[in-house]
């Protein structure tokens, strides 16, 4: 839809197993973020990105670590899954013009077995 | 800490009758914007509307209107000739506005919408 896409859409994995998500845009964006979606709680920051290497942590970022090498791209990085892990992950893109708004992927849904 | 509250996990409405969700916002801010996001069953979050804080009249998209009390800290969505295509999560997200700097997207947990035909 406005150029962000996430792979893979859905993952199983084994605990203690190490997983990656990537998140790719084609809006040239300079901030990206990463949410994770769990009944009850909504959506949760996880990481950002403000610009080519730089990042900062959000509300629920133990466990996971992130990178970003290039304006385009944006992975999230379970170093060691866990069940607590298992969840819906969203990729988003923000401007701070327009509308102000987020553009948001369509999700990973990523089990932890 | 900014906060967003939606107080009803769950609501249920007629076809073609209006319903109102509600979401209250705790914020120090003095500028900032509030979304309403639609979440229907493809996962997706769709952008239904949007509020900039600093305009005093309610945003109106189609069926879809809000109703924005900044003193009260209260924007609630109201969905008028409810469709059996409006049945979805909602959320309410607040962002705060820093001018040049980014704020982050603050989302409330959720009210899942369902139309009854």
């Known amino acids: 839809d406005a150029g962000i896409t996430q792979s893979p859409r859905h993952k199983v994995t084994e605990t203690g197993t190490p997983v990656t998500l990537r998140c790719h845009q084609t809006e040239n964006h300079r901030y990206m973020y990463w949410y994770r979606q769990d009944p009850g709680h909504g959506l949760r920051l996880i990481h950002y990105s403000y610009g080519v290497k730089d990042t900062d942590k959000g509300e629920v970022s133990d466990g996971y670590s992130v990178s970003r090498s290039k304006t385009e791209d944006f992975l999230l990085t379970l170093e060691s899954a866990t069940s607590s892990q298992t969840s819906v992950y969203f990729c988003?893109?923000?401007?701070?013009?327009?509308?102000?708004?987020?553009?948001f992927g369509s999700g990973t849904r990523l089990t932890v077995v | 800490a900014q906060t967003v509250t939606q107080s009803q996990p769950e609501m249920s409405v007629q076809e073609a009758e209006t319903v109102t969700l509600s979401c209250t916002y705790d914020t120090s801010e003095n500028n900032y914007y509030l979304f309403w996001y639609k979440q229907p069953p493809s996962r997706q979050m769709i952008l239904v509307i949007r509020q900039e804080a600093y305009k005093q009249q309610n945003a109106t998209e189609n069926r879809f209107s809000v109703n924005f009390q900044k003193a009260a800290k209260s924007f609630s969505l109201k969905i008028s000739d409810s469709q059996l295509g409006d049945t979805a999560m909602y959320f309410c997200?607040?962002?705060?506005?820093?001018?040049?700097?980014?704020?982050?997207?603050?989302f409330g947990k959720g009210t899942k919408l369902s139309v009854k035909p």
């Open positions: 997200a607040f962002r705060p506005y820093y001018g040049g700097s980014q704020g982050n997207l603050i």
């Open positions: 988003a893109i923000g401007t701070l013009q327009g509308n102000y708004g987020y553009t």
